[in-house]
């Protein structure tokens, strides 16, 4: 249940961004979407000004819309910043964690399967929630928003990142690496877990989208 026709459209378009339903790149027309969804241009656009604030959508002074594009820079930066805080979060989860975090952990581990070429937004909420609650077993609290905030941001880069096929043994790998940060967490082992998420993070679906596109140079906007 929506608060307004506002949360309600920007809820129905960020989950259309982060599925790939819109190309990085896209135009978005707003006559044409506000009523595809069924409301005024008013609140389509205060949706669209709060996807802005998120990094997710442009907006020019004409009032055209398009979903931001991806580049070599932003997919470096992001894999950076990963880099450094991720392995500090489950570091310090290590030394942190409640009962209640490793409960919630292995519960959300259970939904969590590898990524495929075509992963939809319940997929990536998936991962989503399992490294939210890692993150979250810090128990600190700049560190988890901080990490929080650049998700959906790297969620729309690690979908590139699948354009690059990955082997099953490579799944298979990414799939353990989730098991073992648990298992590290538990027993208080700090500087392991730090270790196994710095490999995680050089490996992922970020790290690939990052090499992708340094070589190929940015992703132009699609024509629509």
């Known amino acids: 249940m929506f608060n307004t026709k506002s949360d309600y459209a920007y809820t129905t378009l960020r989950q259309r961004i982060l599925a790939g339903q819109y190309e990085p790149g896209a135009v978005l027309n707003q006559a044409s979407l506000a009523k595809e969804i069924g409301i005024s241009t008013t609140p389509l656009r205060e949706a669209l000004r709060r996807l802005?604030?998120?990094?997710?959508?442009?907006?020019?002074?004409?009032?055209?819309?398009?979903?931001?594009?991806?580049?070599?820079?932003?997919?470096?930066?992001?894999?950076?910043?990963?880099?450094?805080?991720?392995?500090?979060?489950?570091?310090?989860?290590?030394?942190?964690r409640t009962r209640a975090d490793l409960a919630l952990m292995r519960e959300l581990l259970e939904r969590v399967h590898p990524l495929g070429p075509d992963p939809g937004y319940t997929d990536l909420i998936a991962h989503r929630d399992f490294h939210a609650a890692l993150y979250r077993a810090s128990h600190n609290d700049v560190l988890i928003s901080t990490l929080d905030s650049l998700w959906d941001k790297a969620d729309r880069y690690r979908r590139e990142g699948l354009q690059d096929a990955r082997s099953q043994v490579e799944r298979d790998e990414k799939d353990a690496e989730h098991h073992v940060l648990v298992d590290h967490i538990a027993s208080g082992d700090g500087e392991a877990a730090a270790a196994v998420m710095l490999r995680h993070i050089d490996t992922s679906l970020g790290a690939k989208a990052a090499h992708r596109l340094s070589g190929a140079g940015a992703r132009r906007p699609a024509n629509v």
């Open 52 to 96: 802005m604030s998120e990094g997710l959508v442009e907006l020019d002074a004409h009032r055209d819309a398009r979903t931001t594009p991806l580049t070599a820079e932003e997919a470096r930066d992001l894999l950076e910043v990963r880099r450094s805080l991720d392995p500090l979060a489950v570091s310090l989860a290590a030394e942190r």
